[in-house]
């Protein structure tokens, strides 16, 4: 079973392209894409990766890093394009 994290997410545009991908409250996690579908999607799995880390190395998550409770209403700021 998945777990929901809330976290705030950075998208810098890259005069190149595509998009960096920093969390304020997660140094740790940096990421990419070329869209903001892709970076967003490169986030969630920069996070799955962190998240597995940490347990491997037996550290417990950081404050800023805990599971959402279920059925909890979740605030979502996006980007839409028209």
């Known amino acids: 079973m998945s777990q929901v994290y809330k976290l705030p997410l950075i998208l810098e545009p890259q005069p190149e392209g595509g998009y960096v991908v920093t969390c304020p409250l997660l140094p740790e996690l940096i990421t990419e894409g070329e869209?903001?579908?892709?970076?967003?999607?490169?986030?969630?799995?920069?996070l799955v990766a962190l998240v597995e880390a940490m347990k491997e190395l037996h550290r417990s998550l950081p404050p800023a890093l805990q599971p959402e409770k279920e059925n909890t209403p979740l605030w979502i700021e996006t980007v839409l394009a028209v």
Do not use: F, H, P
């Not at 903001?36 to 490169?42: D, F, M, R």
């Open 35 to 46: 869209t903001v579908l892709e970076a967003i999607q490169n986030a969630n799995d920069a």
